[in-house]
């Protein structure tokens, strides 16, 4: 039986996993991203998880991987994270490997959506996924296909400009949806607010994170509150806008605060309902299902739905 890897590929680690040819998962692991050659690390280490694990060419049905950055046909448009600029994935993966295996590469949030769809209970054709984290990244999967737009960066919803002021990205605009609604904008709006003399429960501010913030705001600390119905108010804005054009059903929510759970939920799907076309507004907005995992079963998706 062949098998299929999946590699989701982070700034700070490689989610690796292995499944059978159904996209049964066998095995998961991960390991520190190689920093020491330049892109060319990441594909020798990338190489080096292949045959820890006994694998061969004729063991390997497809490679499904994962990487932060606009990605087309298997090129990725600059990652920022990793510190790479255009890079042909798929080719470079193959050279490292010594042989030619399928290999399908795409977005990292582009490939936790379909991971996401593709674990869905209830059958459904079209959603949304956001991740909140670091970042703000999203996924969008139309009548079962992942959508990757005209250069890779169909879903870049964190860099939906939602004002003209505020701090600059990291992409080098301003009002980014990023800058005002990941999990590192709610420690510094946190951190902002208590330093212009709003009071708060929380003691130092260099303790403040996006978790004590979300705990302190369902504990009734007012400051805390602010912020997150601040950062609650402009992300269902902007799903509601964004839902506009793709009307799909549900959108899920993932990421590190979504840790944060129903709380979020609630506040996030008041904002949407507020903010939605009339036609759109029965959109569920939900908890994403994988967690961490999406990512390396969207990689199995992607061979299964294309080898």
């Known amino acids: 039986m062949k ?15 292995i499944f059978d040819d159904k996209g049964t998962l066998q095995e998961k692991w991960s390991f520190e991203t190689p920093r020491q050659n330049g892109d060319l690390a990441v594909f020798e280490g990338l ?16 490679i499904g991987i994962g990487v932060p950055g606009p990605v087309k046909d298997g090129v990725v448009e600059g990652a920022v ?20 295996v399928p290999v399908f590469v795409g977005n990292d949030a582009n490939i936790a959506a379909v991971g996401e769809y593709s674990r869905r ?23 079962g296909t992942m959508h990757e737009g005209a250069t890779g960066s169909g879903a870049e919803i964190g860099h939906m400009r939602m ?12 009002g980014c949806l990023e800058t005002l609604t990941s999990a590192t904008a709610v420690s510094r709006l946190m951190v902002e607010a208590i330093e212009k003399g709003a009071k708060s429960s929380i003691a130092d501010i260099e303790y403040v994170n996006a978790k004590t913030v979300f705990d302190h705001a369902k504990n009734g600390d007012e400051t805390a509150l602010s ?37 979020l939920i609630h506040k996030v799907q008041a904002s949407y309902e507020k903010n939605a076309f009339h036609a759109t507004r029965g ?4 908890l994403a299902q994988l967690g961490n995992d999406a990512g390396i079963y969207g990689g199995a998706y992607l061979v299964m739905n294309h080898g």
């Open 3 to 17: 098998k299929i890897v999946a590699f989701d590929i982070g700034g700070t680690a490689i989610k690796s996993a």
């Open 47 to 62: 190489k080096a998880a292949i045959e820890e694990k006994g694998l061969k060419k004729d063991d390997i049905l497809g």
């Open 81 to 100: 994270n990793l510190g790479w600029e255009k890079v042909d994935v798929k080719k470079q993966l193959i050279e490292a490997l010594g042989y030619d």
């Open 121 to 143: 209970s209830e059958p459904i054709r079209s959603m949304l996924f956001v991740t909140l984290g670091t970042g703000v990244g999203g996924g969008i999967v139309l009548e």
């Open 163 to 174: 004002t003209d002021e505020g701090i600059q990205c990291n992409c080098g605009l301003y």
């Open 227 to 263: 912020v997150v119905d601040y950062v609650c108010d402009t992300l269902g804005d902007a799903l509601a806008k964004i839902n506009a054009v793709i009307d799909v059903p549900l959108i899920l929510i993932g990421g590190g605060l979504s840790n944060a759970g129903e709380f």
């Open 283 to 286: 959109a569920e907005i939900k």
